[in-house]
């Protein structure tokens, strides 16, 4: 393609809403413009970048054996609440009237709307295993869309659904989309770890999500480097160490702890090392006031304390829930306390002689001792690992990282099958309900990760996959005979497969070069009138910065043998 007949609007300055690396890039390089909060129109370089990468994502998925369908963006309500998740999903369902009043929803994801379809069409074991999957646009009604296309509001997706006749089928397709995203995100050249995770609203008994380590992310990835266990710090979990403490136990004492009510504070007013405060948070469950414990020196993880507990929402207590309790905000504790159920973490079990809230103001426990002064109604792991904890399967010590999630995959088992009706005949004659995984990969999302990872201050260093044009051509001068020879070059390169971008443009050499770095092809090719004096081209590599040059005459074979040699 030609430059001078082509849209791409570069921007030499950084538009004043756009924060993180991939968001800047993909608005500077005319990749993309915004209409809207989280909503991007997406220009000609953007979407050839979109289409690349589902192009690979089309072939493993082809590969592993599903089938690509598409769906109706456009879903009934009443397949939500068909299913139970209605309420559970939340604000985020976009949701829309009808002229005649009826109830719809832009999808957000398809587990009910395939679901209606494989009920209504399989009728026997024969007809499974089976993964239908779709590349389509979806919509969340985020309350902050931020960072460009890592948390929007319209955003394209690959959504894949398994169903089988058992537990066991289940385990083979999600192994076989597990591998097929391995493929994938490996063939995009990305740095990403598979890492355990929590189902969140889509539900089911077992996920993976698929992790692009990158600053921007907002999860954070919880690593071993001595074995292969990696989780989202969501569900990470580390080797329980006793205290260790050998003492015994002292009477309980209230004591005055004034301007002293964060952590840091206790620790140098009470003289006590924080692992023996037991830090208390107040909750709000679904109908109940929930108090977490964990012990000073680790933060209580809301997830798990969720999952702990089975509940589908959970949220901290506002100050009206601290009304008509016997405790203050800021000096709440478990002694004592009334109407409000105690969790502890397993680690403060162990706790000898600790410090807690005194439910007063300025007020603290001196020498608490679980069990001895306080009540707990259950015991489990709900904090967050920390950089260093001991690693859960080997001795290793746990790393954390940022890190995007570009993929995840789910077993769901009968969540959805079971309230829908997705039942087929087994090989008695039997009805069964149908086992389901889902699969899904952010089309959009892994660009922008890709950008993050694949950047510099210039611009974007494009992997070889995802390019969206494999060589730019800049034609340096007004001089005719390089515009020819840069023409027969260009074409060259075309016809041979080689997805080429000629600069044309009759701007000055400073604009062509940054716009090339904006722009971030993996190979540079610049020719002038020197360089064609010489018989040369001047090629220069932008993930490596790395400059050289080859024999005109010969550039063709040169050119191949480079791209095969980049990643």
């Not at 379809?117 to 007809?127: F, P, Q």
Request: charged share 30%; with cysteine.
């Amino acid at each position: 393609m030609k430059m001078s007949k082509m849209y791409i609007p570069t921007l030499k300055e950084t538009p004043a809403d756009a924060e993180v690396i991939s968001h800047k890039l993909m608005l500077r390089a005319g990749m993309m413009r915004r209409l809207g909060s989280g909503v991007y129109t997406y220009l000609p370089l953007g979407y050839k970048v979109i289409r690349k990468f589902e192009e690979i994502v089309r072939e493993e998925m082809n590969n592993s054996g599903a089938l690509e369908v598409l769906l109706p963006a456009l879903q009934p309500v009443e397949l939500w609440d068909e299913s139970g998740r209605l309420q559970n999903y939340g604000p985020e369902l976009m949701r829309l009237k009808d002229r005649h009043n009826r109830d719809f929803a832009l999808g957000p994801t398809h587990e009910e709307v395939i679901t209606d379809l494989v009920r209504d069409e399989v009728r026997s074991y024969k007809d499974l295993p089976l993964n239908l999957y779709q590349i389509q646009s979806k919509y969340r009604d985020e309350i902050r869309p931020r960072f460009g296309v890592l948390r929007g509001r319209e955003f394209i997706m690959k959504d894949a659904y398994s169903f089988d006749v058992d537990e066991a089928a289940l385990e083979e397709s999600y192994q076989t989309m597990y591998d097929a995203y391995t493929k994938i995100f490996s063939r995009c050249g990305l740095d990403f770890r598979p890492v355990e995770a929590d189902t969140g609203s889509i539900g089911g008994e077992g996920s993976h999500e698929f992790m692009v380590l990158a600053d921007a992310g907002e999860d954070i990835v919880v690593y071993c480097e001595e074995c292969d266990y990696a989780a989202n710090l969501e569900l990470a979990k580390a080797k329980v160490e006793a205290n260790g403490f050998n003492e015994d136990s002292l009477e309980l004492e209230l004591v005055d702890t004034p301007e002293a009510s964060t952590i840091e504070e206790l620790v140098e007013s009470l003289d006590l090392p924080a692992h023996k405060m037991i830090k208390a948070l107040l909750f709000k469950g679904e109908d109940e006031l929930i108090l977490a414990l964990v012990r000073g020196d680790y933060e209580v993880n809301e997830i798990k304390l969720t999952n702990l507990l089975d509940l589908n929402n959970l949220e901290l207590a506002s100050e009206e829930d601290y009304d008509g309790l016997n405790t203050v905000k800021g000096f709440t504790g478990p002694i004592g306390i009334k109407e409000v159920k105690v969790i502890a973490d397993e680690l403060v079990m162990d706790i000898v002689n600790g410090a807690s809230g005194g439910n007063k103001e300025d007020k603290h426990y001196l020498n608490v001792n679980p069990e001895r002064d306080f009540e707990v109604e259950l015991v489990g792991d709900i904090r967050e690992v920390r950089e260093g904890d001991q690693c859960l399967h080997c001795e290793g010590e746990l790393k954390l990282t940022p890190g995007i999630e570009v993929g995840q995959v789910f077993k769901l088992g009968k969540k959805y099958s079971e309230p829908l009706g997705a039942t087929f005949l087994d090989e008695n004659g039997k009805a069964q309900t149908m086992v389901m995984g889902c699969y899904g990969i952010g089309i959009t999302r892994t660009i922008a990760a890709t950008i993050e990872q694949n950047s510099d201050e210039y611009g974007i260093k494009w992997p070889k996959a995802l390019a969206p044009y494999m060589v730019e051509i800049l034609l340096m001068g007004k001089n005719d005979e390089v515009l020819e020879e840069g023409e027969r070059v260009y074409e060259e390169l075309k016809e041979s497969g080689i997805d080429t971008l000629l600069d044309d443009r009759k701007e000055r050499a400073g604009v062509k070069f940054n716009d090339a770095d904006l722009i971030g092809c993996p190979i540079r090719i610049t020719l002038g009138a020197r360089s064609l004096k010489a018989g040369k081209l001047e090629v220069k590599l932008r993930q490596t910065g790395e400059e050289l040059e080859i024999d005109l005459e010969n550039c063709l074979s040169s050119i191949k043998k480079i791209i095969k040699g980049l990643n």
